[in-house]
């Protein structure tokens, strides 16, 4: 497979497994246009508290994990559980409460890169 279909396949993976947790406001960010960008991609979403925060983390590491044999390079802010960022390597995933994902307003500093909401589905 492709680099660009595995990237696809992860991207699809983990907006599944935030979905399956009731994830809202989920957002790709695709930087594959963007000299310099750290990755293929960003995937932010929100939790309405730190337990579902931390259940929408654990949510994607064990999907991940299981369905595509892969874990996250690193993870932080998993013990408050108030903004969570996973590195896949081609994706970061930031899950946030809405009241920091308001205040770091991730989206406005990729501006230039393609923005994409996912509806909600619940």
């Keep these: 497979m492709n ?12 907006v599944e497994s935030l979905q399956d947790k009731k994830g809202h406001n989920i957002t790709t960010i695709d930087m594959t246009g963007l000299d310099g960008s750290i990755c293929a991609y960003f995937i932010i979403c929100e939790g309405n508290s730190p337990t579902q925060v931390s259940a929408l983390s654990d949510s994607v590491w064990d ?5 595509l044999k892969e874990k ?17 390597g ?13 205040y770091y307003n991730l989206e406005n500093l990729w501006a230039d890169a393609e923005i994409k909401a996912i509806p909600d589905i619940y």
């Design 63 to 67: 999907k991940v994990s299981d369905d």
């Design 72 to 88: 996250p390079l690193g993870a932080v802010g998993m013990k408050d559980s108030q903004w969570v960022a996973m590195d896949y």
């Design 90 to 102: 081609t994706v970061i995933v930031h899950i946030f409460l809405p009241e920091l994902r308001e």
């Design 3 to 14: 680099k660009e279909k595995e990237v696809t396949l992860l991207v699809n993976k983990i």
